[in-house]
T-cell receptor
């Protein structure tokens, strides 16, 4: 079946550090890939998405590239801020699927 | 403002006492879904609905019921809650079931079953 694996958290970084959160997936066909962010006490918000191989999704300084050859969709940001502290979820949606399949989430804490 | 609302946000109850968590969206979305979030497991789908009067099981439906009598509402019903249903619950909606569409999430309901 379809599945998503994220790097174990929590991740703690200093402000302005470079961020990578790894995400790999297993799926049949060509799924769409997403990163969602959950700020404390809130629901999930779509951060970025990519719908086909080699697409790059980007938003708020975050980027992720759909790599079919490595079945990966790693999240990156060049210089993190304290306000980026949140839980990040990688997810996929297969064609004609009725749901999102989520990774386990990675808690990110940015210290000033 | 486009949003998904859930009530209550927090609930502590006891085993066996029936409860309902409401979910409502104001975006005229066809597709609605319930997830539960547990540490180390991410979000898992409980039930989903592709339109009014059309509901189906997700990955973890045991112990839950849903209904979709109106397009905007999708309540989650726990007929006889048990402690293993202690979790954080999210309702979500999207325009339709197309994989490309963004799902909008509610703020969550934290449920504790004693």
């Amino acid at each position: 079946g379809n599945s998503v694996t994220q790097m174990e958290g929590p991740v703690t970084l200093s402000e302005e550090a470079f961020l990578t959160i790894n995400c790999t997936y297993t799926a049949t066909g060509y799924p769409s890939l997403f990163w969602y962010v959950q700020y404390p006490g809130e629901g999930l918000q779509l951060l970025l998405k990519a719908t086909k191989a080699d697409d790059k999704g980007s938003n708020k300084g975050f980027e992720a590239t759909y790599r079919k050859e490595t079945t990966s969709f790693h999240l990156e940001k060049g210089s993190v801020q304290v306000s980026d502290s949140a839980v990040y979820f990688c997810a996929l949606s297969a064609l004609r699927a009725q749901k999102l399949v989520f990774g386990q989430g990675t808690r990110l804490t940015i210290n000033p | 403002e486009a949003q998904v609302t859930q009530n209550p946000r927090y609930l502590i109850t006891v085993t066996g006492k029936k409860l309902t968590v409401t979910c409502s969206q104001n975006m005229n979305h066809e597709y609605m879904s319930w997830y539960r979030q547990d540490p180390g497991l991410g979000l898992r789908q409980i039930y989903y609905s592709m339109n009014v009067e059309v509901t189906d099981k997700g990955d973890v439906p045991e112990g839950y019921k849903v209904s979709r009598k109106e397009k905007r509402n999708f309540p989650l019903i726990l007929e006889s809650p048990s402690p293993n249903q202690t979790s954080l619950y999210f309702c979500a909606s999207s325009r339709d079931r197309d994989a490309l569409n963004e799902q909008f999430f509610g703020p969550g309901t934290r449920l504790t079953v004693l």
